[in-house]
């Protein structure tokens, strides 16, 4: 068996199917990009459509175009989440979704795409303010401006209004409170400005969880999809995790004390160790830190810790004489009664569970199952 990334395709179903009814009447736009946070676009896209996603998110014009033989015969329509380069529209325009969505946060980026859709059918936008991200966005208070220049720009229409929250997945940090009062009031100037945007929506999966007064018409729904909390703050029971990667050992051998095991020789048996490897490295996303920082894996159902640097096509794992060539080993996910997650690899690696997914390599297979 080759390393593999079983994608358990119920599980986002269930996932996408518990936040649409916690969401109501907003609609759930599915966010697949970075290759559906490294489970595979297309799959997830397909699952998340049919457990009532009703719009897919994108961070780049050739991820919209890897969407368009799925999104056009479901009629659903497609967002690309930020202004991109011309020269990246320009070469994927032919290619897009026939429900493209693009995102504007300037005067030129409209003006571009207005020149690209002419004489074709008019494009529709999401005008996306800049409530306290500072990432991309229109300043509040020129969000009108933009909105009156797109209206009078023959090949667009104004479809909708958005943002984007910073500390979302912090119950406690009161900015989220500031980032929405902001957002309401651009969409309050907007409307008296006699602006009209049908899809307003400001929560990511954060939002969509635990804050109410973000939901508007649609939430934009990533992490949580994919069976993950945003972060530790924020409770995931109910969510159930679609990633679980496989792999087996591909040789075992006894290290006396005092060798030390892979590159750099930062790692020691201090007695005789049996020392297992398994055939995936940071290549695939495993990083080369992953044992100083104490990332394990399972073998037999118990954790083993990751000893010595991560190479680029292997690992090795600190085992016992239990464990033989062939043996299963669980590098994300449950085997036996424990489970490797990805918030604990993310905790222990000081970094957070998207990174993890995202980082899982092209060579790891992704199998969808259920
Ligand atoms: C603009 C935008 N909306 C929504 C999302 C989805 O966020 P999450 O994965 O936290 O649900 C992202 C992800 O980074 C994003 O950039």
Redesign the pocket.
Known sequence: MTTTAHIDTAAVAHNVAMIRDHVGDSLV?A?V?ADG?GHGAIGVARVAIEAGASWL?V?TAPEAVELASLADPAGVAVLV??ERPDSELRAAWAGLPSRIRF?VATESGARTLDSLAAPGPTVPVHI?VDTGMHRVGVDPVDASTLADLVESLPSLQLEGL?S?LAV??EPSNDFTAIQIRRFDRVLADMVSAGHDPAIVHL??????LTLPATHHDMV???????GVA?SAMIDSSGLRPAMRITSEVSAVRLVEAGESVSYGRRWYADRPTVVATVPVGYADGIRRDSGMAGVEMLVGGVRRPIIGAVTMDQTMLMVDDSVVVGDEVTVIGSQGSDEISVAEIAERLGTIP?EVLVSVGARIGRRMVG
């Open positions: 736009c966010v990009k946070y998110a961070a989440l930020s995102v996306k958005c984007h979302a997945d929560a990511n999966s954060a939002g969509a934009r729904l990533g992490i949580a999809m994919y945003p998207y």
